[in-house]
């Protein structure tokens, strides 16, 4: 195991824990119906980890609280990384990892070579806890307010999988019942889009807040990305979806934001149906899902730190330069490297 790259212990983890949630949901105590296919299972298995959002069935009618608890179970290893979890134990124990672990988490995280791995996977997980707990408090209030069944489990379910942007519900029909419950829209997009800006966002602002410390220019260059294909996405499908015209403004601007939120992240959730959205608008979805999230995020795509390398270098070669340049800053072969093989 020490002489495999860290890569191929990444992908094998991965499959090892898609094996174990397979045959924990292939258990007959796990399931809520009868005639459930084991493809089934291991599709679920496999989205579950991959945080994907894909599913074959109904989750919640398909399978009891123990199928579902096993399926959040695979979504929080998949999103914060099936290693982070076991590295936080040895760092809890004795206070340093061995080559190992630094070596996977480096290749699961795609961390810059400057940061100090045992304190960042210590930062990950009580983040991810803090974060979760909370969304967990507010989303149990909120369903709880309008009535939802199960509140608390609902509550908890989906703010993990909105921190991991996983996208899998217990609603048959996702988000589609609350698109007007702004409180549950602006939580669960919250939640997502802490999820998908990355650990190494959060890192910085934690250490901007305790030491003083201004954050890196990859948090500058992460954040200034998100804002800005957010605002431009929101505003455009809000002013030309012709189905999202029908609604009132609040909601139509409230549905749009949500959609957009939904693609960058590549969470999974909707508040209106995909189908019935413009050719346009669905367009806009899809360039905004190949961007994805950020690198060390949950989220998928090529990453905002890539697209903006590639905004960088096409604007350096209409400038005449040779160098790429954000934020006022000369971005390293290295640095372009990083973000174009994350």
């Not at 012709?242 to 992240?265: D, I, K, S, Y």
Request: proline share 3%.
């Amino acid at each position: 195991m020490r002489r495999r790259r860290p890569v191929t212990l990444v992908l094998w983890g991965y499959a090892f824990y898609v094996a174990c949630g397979f045959a924990l949901l292939c258990i007959p105590f796990a399931h809520e119906r009868t005639g459930l296919s084991w493809l089934d299972h291991l599709f679920t298995a496999t989205s579950a980890v991959s945080t994907t959002g894909l599913v074959s069935i109904s989750p919640s009618g398909s399978y009891s609280f123990f199928g579902e608890l096993t399926i959040l179970g695979l979504i929080q290893l998949g999103g914060i990384g099936y290693m982070t979890l076991g590295s936080f134990v040895i760092l809890a124990l004795r206070q340093r990892l061995d080559a190992m672990h630094q070596g996977v988490a480096r290749s699961a995280f795609v961390l810059p070579r400057d940061m100090n791995v045992g304190a960042f996977i210590r930062a990950v997980v009580l983040f991810t806890l803090a974060i979760e707990c909370i969304g967990a408090v507010l989303l149990t209030a909120l369903f709880a307010q309008v009535g939802t069944p199960d509140p608390v489990w609902n509550g908890v379910f989906h703010a993990v999988s909105a921190f991991c942007t996983a996208g899998f519900s217990l609603f048959d029909t996702s988000l589609e019942d609350y698109r007007a419950n702004a409180g549950i829209v602006i939580v669960v997009a919250s939640l997502s889009y802490l999820g998908a800006i990355g650990f190494i966002v959060m890192s910085d602002w934690w250490r901007w807040v305790t030491r003083r410390r201004g954050p890196s220019l990859t948090s500058g260059i992460i954040l200034r990305v998100t804002f800005w294909l957010a605002l431009i996405g929101t505003v455009s499908i809000a002013l030309t979806d012709a189905h999202l015209a029908e609604m009132p403004w609040g909601e139509r601007v409230l549905a749009a934001f949500f959609q957009v939120m939904t693609a960058m992240t590549t969470v999974g959730f909707d508040t209106v149906p995909i189908a019935n959205l413009g050719s346009a608008s669905i367009l806009l979805l899809l360039v905004a899902m190949v961007m994805g999230a950020s690198p060390s995020g949950t989220g998928g795509g090529i990453k905002s730190t890539t697209v903006a390398i590639f905004y960088g270098a096409v604007r350096g070669a209409l400038a005449g330069r040779e160098s790429v340049r954000l934020l006022g800053e000369t971005i390293s072969s290295r640095r372009i490297h990083m973000a174009v093989a994350a």
